[in-house]
């Protein structure tokens, strides 16, 4: 069975950092591409950063220069390193695992919340 298992969220201030994992399981990992999602209380989820299985990255606007997605293929993780956190980075952080838009896996969810 399929599992994406999100860990490191949690409750920080303004301008402090988090590291998000996702372990995944029962996949070839190295040849999925992987996302990061988010969704705020009342809003849809939205993509915030994706790494290819080759390695390419992209992100949203709001959080280019702030965050960074990586991956381990020998740890079956992928991490997104978020930097200079905002009240509006709160949010539920999902992480995905998409191979080729016809096997699409996701993980439970991680809250992370920026206040002061």
């Known amino acids: 069975q399929v599992q994406l298992v999100e860990s490191g969220g949690g409750l920080v201030q303004p301008g402090g950092s988090l590291r998000l994992s996702c372990a995944a399981s029962a996949i070839t990992f190295s040849i999925y591409n992987m996302g990061w999602y988010r969704q705020a209380p009342g809003k849809q989820r939205e993509l915030v950063a994706t790494?290819?299985?080759?390695?390419?990255?992209s992100y949203v606007d709001s959080v280019k220069g702030r965050f960074t997605v990586s991956r381990d293929n020998a740890k079956n993780t992928v991490y997104l390193q978020m930097n200079s956190l905002k009240p509006e980075d709160t949010a539920v952080y999902y992480c995905?695992?998409?191979?080729?838009?016809?096997?699409?896996?996701w993980g439970q969810g991680t809250q992370v919340t920026v206040s002061s």
């Open positions: 790494i290819t299985r080759g390695g390419s990255t």
């Open positions: 995905n695992a998409n191979l080729d838009g016809k096997w699409n896996y």
